[in-house]
T-cell receptor
């Protein structure tokens, strides 16, 4: 079965520092991969997605992610974090066994310290 | 603003009570979904509706039923609530089923926080 692993439950970074959130997936073929962000009390907002082609994808709010097939990873990065980036981040992959529906990782809570 | 609207935003139920969570989207999307979110477990799919008139089970359907009332509305019903159903419930919609550029552009509602005591 397809699955998504986010190894870090919590991450704390200083404002202005760089950020990398890890995501690993298990799937044989080329997956469809996504990153979502959830601010407290809010729904989920799509940051970026990868279907095929260029392995470095750009998203909203200055985020990017790189697909690495050899490592089964799709890590999210941002060069300089802002206090407003504090939120929970979810990596997701399409699940073929549920009719192409999204399967989410457990999430990573990002805290930004000033 | 266009989007997905969920009601209610908060609800407290006693064990054994029933209730229906409502969801409506105004984007003319074909597919709709119900997820539950629990700490440390991400979002898990309860039920989905690929198109009007169809519904299918997701990862955690036990204890729930759904109705796709029309293209806009997709409701989730708890017939006999249990404490294990305490969670935050999210409804989402997408343009189509099986379309890479459409299906995966999910729009989420702001959630219903349900507590069963």
């Amino acid at each position: 079965a397809q699955s998504v692993t986010q190894p870090d439950i919590h991450i704390t970074v200083s404002e202005g520092a760089s950020l990398e959130l890890r995501c690993n997936y298990s799937y044989g073929a080329t997956p469809y991969l996504f990153w979502y962000v959830q601010s407290p009390g809010q729904g989920l907002q799509l940051l970026l997605k990868y279907f095929s082609g260029d392995t470095l994808v750009q998203g909203i709010k200055g985020f990017e992610a790189e697909f690495k097939r050899s490592q089964s990873s799709f890590n999210l990065r941002k060069p300089s974090v802002h206090w407003s980036d504090a939120a929970e981040y979810f990596c997701a992959v399409v699940a073929m066994e549920y009719g192409n529906k999204l399967v989410f990782g457990a999430g990573t809570i990002l805290r930004v310290k000033s | 603003n266009a989007g997905v609207t969920q009601t209610p935003k908060f609800q407290v139920l006693k064990t054994g009570q029933s209730m229906t969570l409502q969801c409506a989207q105004d984007m003319n999307h074909n597919s709709m979904y119900w997820y539950r979110q629990d700490p440390g477990m991400g979002l898990r799919l309860i039920y989905y509706s690929a198109s009007e008139g169809t519904t299918d089970k997701g990862e955690v359907p036990n204890g729930y039923n759904v109705s796709r009332l029309n293209k806009r509305e997709f409701s989730l019903r708890l017939e006999s609530a249990a404490p294990s159903q305490t969670s935050v419930y999210f409804c989402a919609s997408s343009e189509g089923y099986g379309n890479p550029t459409g299906t995966y552009g999910y729009t989420f509602g702001s959630g219903t926080r349900l507590t069963v005591v």
